[in-house]
């Protein structure tokens, strides 16, 4: 069983690999199966999307100075275990470097779950229809966590959908329903305060639920990014691990993009990327295609 995980990347040396982190594609294969159980861009598995490295400081994911990337998510397996990084940028990565720790046992229960993990993208969510953040998923198991890469493209309060946890069997009505976005996350009445007439964007991390990381115009020129055109990225995690959501069958989880303004709701178009973290039996149902690389660049 896998315990640990630690990976390094050398930093970006040149404007035309700045987004290696999305370049750079972790695949893991449990017990010889030919379609990976893991597929994620290197950063955004970590919780640090949109191709930037920041700290992260949670319970199974932490990243730490500098771009110390850590993962605790235990990784079972019978036979073998694979784990690939494929780099699809069009520079060569100068430096990767990696630890990965295990324990040996006599054998495994009958009915272990294996880890999975599967990154998707919407540059544009569509008008009224929720975005999915998993699907197609078939077995036993439990879903243990969320990783949400939010670009806002319209103004005003974007934290008003739903997250839907449907679960075996359910069509049109979710087994679980939230009441919000920062609420699912674990805040309340949005992320930020006001100081002096400004609306300041507060970050967190805690062990199981964490928005790490804010950046947009301002925050992009503070930190030499001149990037005077930049629309507000966040990110955020939340881990089931005290509150693991069981499924027998099958799941599908998803998040409706709906916003606020002048007091009413109304339906958003946003572009948003995600990592869901889960553990089913195998075998599991094949993901859909990684888009392009530059299908995987932020806006």
């Known amino acids: ?72 998510f235990p990784m079972p397996f019978r036979k073998s275990a694979k784990i690939t990084i494929e780099n699809q940028n069009d520079e060569i990565v100068p430096g990767f470097f990696y630890q990965i720790d295990y324990c040996e046992y006599d054998e495994l229960p009958e009915n272990t779950a294996y880890f999975h993990a599967q990154w998707r993208r919407q540059r544009l ?31 005003y309060w974007y934290g008003e959908g739903e997250v839907k946890i449907y679960l075996d069997g359910d069509e049109e009505y979710p087994t679980i329903c939230g009441t919000g976005t920062e609420d699912y996350f674990g805040g309340a009445w949005s992320f930020a305060h006001q100081e002096d007439g400004r609306t300041v964007e507060q970050t967190f991390c805690t062990p199981f639920l964490g928005y790490p990381y804010y950046s947009n115009r301002d925050t992009a020129i503070h930190n030499n990014y001149h990037n005077d055109d930049m629309m507000p990225q966040r990110s955020f995690y939340r881990w089931h691990i005290m509150d693991p959501i069981l499924f027998e069958k099958d799941i599908k989880v998803t998040i409706q993009q709906i916003g606020v303004y002048h007091g009413g709701l109304f339906e958003r178009q946003d572009d948003v990327a995600s990592v869901a973290y889960w553990y089913q039996t195998e075998p599991h149902t094949g993901f859909q295609a990684l888009p392009e690389r530059k299908e995987r660049w932020p806006r």
């Open 1 to 72: 069983m896998i315990q640990h995980i630690w990976i390094t990347v050398t930093d970006r040396t040149s404007d035309r690999n700045r987004y290696v982190t999305r370049d750079l594609v972790l695949r893991m294969y449990w017990d010889g199966e030919k379609t990976p159980s893991v597929e994620s861009p290197l950063g955004d598995f970590f919780c640090c999307g949109f191709g930037e490295s920041y700290l992260v400081n949670s319970l199974p994911i932490a990243v730490n100075p500098q771009r110390g990337f850590n993962c605790y």
């Open 125 to 155: 969510t569509e008008k009224a229809k929720d975005y999915v953040i998993l699907d197609n998923v078939h077995g036993s198991g439990k879903y243990v966590g969320t990783y949400l890469a939010l670009t806002t493209l319209e103004r």
